[in-house]
């Protein structure tokens, strides 16, 4: 039995139909798919191995389609087996917006900018295809707040609850949930941050692994972006393009009677819920699959949370438990 590797290279040459090429592995992500970067007579595609028994590949052959056809620039399919987890792509380079930002001669106004226009089409009015896109629904966003409580705090700390913690976060967790589902739900992608945009010559940016989309809160892409989990800008930076973003998504007809007050609560809460998710994947990516690289992250993304969550009185007593049980086993980055 041919092993994956050699399976994926005989499906290219045989039933891609691909002449010689060069093979070398792209990049690698959080999940159990693996991407190779394929050569051959001057064109480069990606090829994805998503184990069929790990992974579901039409997700991401449905979303790429509907999200091309709302003006963004993703990958295109080019070959697929579905049921063996293989997809030949079309090769959006290979300059991540991370790396990019973190260059000396960055120019994040210019590269957020096309960001945020591009999250403008995603979010643009229209009737989205529920049967498409799941809705994220309470059970959804209080499944991955526990993440935090049973991977991170458990798991990682080795912290145990007790009935005063336990209320704590039960009312914090129902709190960001419920300021979540009460935003205008638009199409999201749900991991739109550095990492997953490239820069491309035409129609940057390129935009990437957006297999998990859901109809859902209008700031969550906005807060994955602006307050990505890799790298951090000061706060009255990131408020800045918070309100330019709220007068363009006003323009388009996204928002509607919501004002710059409402929606930067909206973000911050926003930013809470999904960075308290992060946390315990981080701390599950070590622990169940082996991917300590992901620690050094945990910092900067709690530092978002007790940031946060000391400037709203509805989550003092969230804050005071970070002060006390979390923050003295962390080297914290507060932004």
Same mark, same amino acid.
């Given at each position: 039995?041919?092993?994956?590797?050699?399976?994926?290279?005989?499906?290219? *040459?045989?039933?891609?139909?691909?002449?010689?090429?060069?093979?070398?592995?792209?990049?690698?992500?959080?999940?159990?798919?693996?991407?190779?970067?394929?050569?051959?007579?001057?064109?480069?595609?990606?090829?994805?191995?998503?184990?069929?028994? !790990?992974?579901?590949?039409?997700?991401?052959?449905?979303?790429?389609?509907?999200? $091309?056809? *709302?003006?963004?620039?993703?990958?295109?399919?080019?070959?697929?087996?579905?049921?063996?987890?293989?997809?030949?792509?079309?090769?959006?380079?290979?300059?991540?917006?991370?790396?990019?930002?973190?260059?000396?001669?960055?120019?994040?106004?210019?590269?957020?900018?096309?960001?945020?226009?591009?999250?403008?089409?995603?979010?643009?009015?229209?009737?989205?295809?529920?049967?498409?896109?799941?809705?994220?629904?309470?059970?959804?966003?209080?499944?991955?707040?526990?993440?935090?409580?049973?991977?991170?705090?458990?798991?990682?700390? !080795?912290?145990?609850?007790?009935?005063?913690?336990?209320?704590?976060?039960?009312?914090?967790?129902?709190?960001?949930?419920?300021?979540?589902? =009460?935003?205008?739900?638009?199409?999201?992608?749900?991991?739109? $941050?550095?990492?997953?945009?490239?820069?491309?010559?035409? $129609?940057?940016?390129?935009?990437?692994?957006?297999?998990?989309?859901?109809?859902?809160?209008?700031?969550?892409?906005?807060?994955?972006?602006?307050?990505?989990?890799?790298?951090?800008?000061? *706060? =009255?930076?990131?408020?800045?393009?918070?309100? !330019?973003?709220?007068?363009?998504?006003?323009?388009?007809?996204?928002?509607?009677?919501?004002?710059?007050?409402?929606?930067?609560?909206?973000?911050?809460?926003?930013?809470?819920?999904?960075?308290? !998710?992060?946390?315990?994947?981080?701390?599950?990516?070590?622990?169940?699959?082996?991917?300590?690289?992901?620690?050094?992250?945990?910092?900067?993304?709690?530092?978002?949370?007790?940031?946060?969550?000391? *400037?709203?009185?509805?989550?003092?007593?969230?804050?005071?438990?970070?002060?006390?049980?979390?923050?003295?086993?962390?080297?914290?980055?507060?932004?």
């Amino acid at each position: 039995m041919l092993n994956r590797f050699d399976e994926m290279t005989h499906w290219l *040459r045989h039933d891609a139909g691909l002449p010689t090429f060069d093979i070398a592995p792209a990049s690698s992500d959080a999940s159990f798919r693996r991407y190779f970067r394929v050569q051959y007579a001057n064109q480069s595609h990606i090829v994805m191995d998503a184990p069929p028994d !790990k992974e579901n590949c039409r997700p991401f052959v449905n979303v790429a389609q509907a999200f $091309h056809e *709302r003006g963004l620039n993703v990958p295109r399919v080019l070959h697929a087996n579905l049921e063996r987890g293989f997809l030949l792509l079309t090769d959006l380079g290979n300059r991540q917006y991370l790396e990019e930002l973190s260059a000396t001669n960055a120019n994040p106004d210019q590269l957020y900018g096309e960001a945020l226009n591009t999250l403008l089409r995603l979010q643009r009015p229209g009737a989205p295809n529920t049967t498409l896109l799941p809705p994220y629904d309470l059970p959804l966003l209080m499944r991955e707040m526990t993440l935090f409580r049973d991977w991170f705090m458990a798991q990682h700390l !080795k912290i145990t609850p007790d009935d005063a913690i336990t209320a704590t976060l039960d009312d914090t967790f129902n709190l960001l949930a419920q300021a979540a589902l =009460e935003q205008p739900q638009v199409w999201v992608h749900r991991d739109y $941050h550095s990492r997953n945009l490239m820069l491309t010559e035409q $129609h940057n940016p390129g935009v990437l692994d957006f297999q998990d989309a859901v109809i859902g809160p209008v700031t969550y892409d906005l807060v994955s972006l602006l307050r990505d989990c890799y790298i951090a800008w000061p *706060r =009255e930076q990131v408020e800045e393009w918070v309100a !330019k973003y709220h007068g363009q998504a006003t323009h388009a007809g996204i928002l509607s009677n919501v004002s710059l007050a409402q929606f930067l609560r909206w973000f911050d809460l926003m930013g809470a819920q999904r960075h308290l !998710k992060a946390i315990g994947i981080f701390a599950r990516l070590n622990i169940r699959d082996g991917k300590p690289g992901y620690l050094k992250d945990i910092p900067r993304t709690l530092g978002y949370v007790l940031d946060v969550s000391g *400037r709203h009185p509805e989550l003092a007593k969230f804050h005071g438990f970070l002060q006390d049980n979390i923050a003295p086993h962390m080297d914290l980055q507060v932004p």
